[in-house]
Every structure is written in structure tokens, then in C-alpha cells.
């Protein structure tokens, strides 16, 4: 089997649910060639009730009936080590293609298949597991001018860069173009600078743009697998998931 990769990070059922979003819309040419099996994003939260586990999928084109789509679930106690530590085991939750309308997944001890085109998808016999597959617009905003020239900041500060504990700088370097200014608004200092450029507020000059950061993903589409799961089928203790998604094609 080969398997193309992207991780997420984590997602927690603790009193409050959170969730992480990894994106890759770039891959190299060994990824990106078979659109069908090219990730752009795993998304993964819990619902309100913490006690089942959303999982999303997206690729780049129409979904492949060679192909397997499978998410990599594991559990852990501590958020840490659910963003660093390779897990010791892993519920594999796998959905395969016969046409755009006829799907088969398994979570766990659980299995569904039928058209998962409709938007209320369809449940396995439990309903412990729910599955919708379709073609929607792309949910990811990226503002591609704003994050290359934060990308550039990053490249020409990283020495002097700090980051507290939730990997956010809290340098106070003093921009240059604000430097030059005497400036001390925000933007002022590399940080804020940062944040400004992802936001479309300025440029990487320090001059403010008037109409803000712009959706470049905006009017294009993807092909989506969203599952929901119990959260008893996912093997394991603790309240931190770890998730990862593959697409796996026969060699």
C-alpha cells in the first residue's frame, strides 16, 4: 500500500470541545497528480455533547473508487502529548468507494454503507456512525499575499524570534519600518506585524490596506467526507484525541 498523509493535531471532549485544523493545499507532484487522493485538509471537533467525534476530509477532486480514505484515531490523557507523542495504538476509521453514491465505512466494531450524497447523510444500523460525501465549497479561508510575506518576517527574524507556550511569538523586536517612524502602534513591533499581515491589515512595509485579507480559496471546491462517530468506537482512554488522515492506493 501507499499512503499520502496529513496530520491535524488534536481535538478534546474535555467540559469544552475544542478543535485544531491543519491545511495543505501545495503538495508536491507525487501527491497532487491523482486530485482524487490529494488531502487539502483534516478538520476534527467534537459535538456539543462531547460524545461523538466529527471528522472531515476534504480532497482535491472527485472521489476514487481504487482508493481508501482513512482517518487515524487515538486517545490520549494529556493535550501535549496528543500534539507530540506518536501514539502506542490507533482505531483506523475507513471509508471506500464503489460510485459517487455508494459508500462503505468502518469505525471500529460499526459499519455503514449506502448514497452518502444526501446533505443528512446516512447512519449505520446503531447509529453510532454517520457519513455524508460530497462535492462543497472549500471551507478554508487562506489569504496567500498576507501569509507569504508573514511567511518572509518569519525567515528574516527567526533568530531573534521568541514564542510562549502556546507557539505564539512575544517578541517585542521593534519593526524596522516602524523603527525607522519612531511608531509604536500596533504593527509596530514583529509579533504584531505578523498577525497584521495574515489579517490584511498592512503590508510587509507597515502601510495599511484598506480592504483587508481576501478569501483566495473563495468560489473553489472540494470533495468531502464528513463522518460522525461515537466516541466509544475509538479504542483507548483519555480525553484528547489525536487524529491524522492517509489516502491509500495498492502498489
Known amino acids: 500500500m501507499r499512503a499520502w498523509t496529513k496530520w491535524l493535531g488534536v481535538a478534546t471532549f474535555s467540559l469544552i470541545a475544542s478543535n485544531a485544523v491543519a ?3 501545495g503538495d508536491g507532484p507525487a501527491v497532487s497528480a491523482t486530485a482524487a487522493t490529494d488531502i487539502t485538509d483534516i478538520y476534527s471537533w467534537m459535538t456539543p455533547d462531547n460524545q461523538k467525534l466529527i471528522l472531515i476530509m476534504d480532497v482535491r477532486g472527485e472521489f476514487s473508487t481504487n482508493h481508501l480514505y482513512a482517518f487515524h484515531v487515538s486517545r490520549q490523557t494529556d493535550a501535549f502529548d496528543a500534539m507530540l507523542v506518536t501514539p502506542s495504538d490507533e482505531t483506523l476509521v475507513i471509508c471506500q468507494f464503489e460510485s459517487t453514491t455508494s459508500i462503505q465505512c468502518w469505525a471500529g466494531t460499526d459499519y455503514v454503507t449506502g448514497d452518502p450524497s444526501p446533505d443528512a447523510g446516512i447512519s449505520s444500523i446503531s447509529g453510532n456512525v454517520k457519513v455524508h460525501a460530497g462535492e462543497h465549497a472549500d471551507p478554508f479561508f487562506m489569504y496567500i499575499n498576507g501569509f507569504v ?4 518576517e518569519v525567515l ?4 531573534a524570534l521568541t514564542f510562549n507556550a502556546n507557539g505564539c511569538p512575544n517578541t517585542t523586536i521593534i519593526h524596522p519600518e516602524a523603527s525607522a517612524s519612531n511608531d509604536l502602534t500596533p504593527g509596530s513591533n514583529v509579533a504584531s506585524a505578523l498577525v497584521g499581515m495574515l489579517q490584511g491589515d498592512f503590508d510587509a512595509d507597515l ?3 484598506p480592504n483587508g485579507a481576501v478569501d483566495n480559496f473563495a468560489g473553489t471546491d472540494v470533495w468531502s467526507i464528513v463522518l460522525e462517530v461515537d466516541k466509544s468506537l475509538i479504542g483507548g482512554t483519555g480525553d484528547y484525541f489525536q487524529v491524522w488522515g492517509s489516502t491509500n492506493s495498492p502498489m
Not at 510575506?149 to 518572509?152: D, G, L, N, P, V
Open 23 to 25: 491545511a495543505d493545499h
Open 207 to 209: 502601510v495599511d490596506l
Open 149 to 152: 510575506q508573514a511567511r518572509t
Open 156 to 159: 528574516q527574524y527567526a533568530g
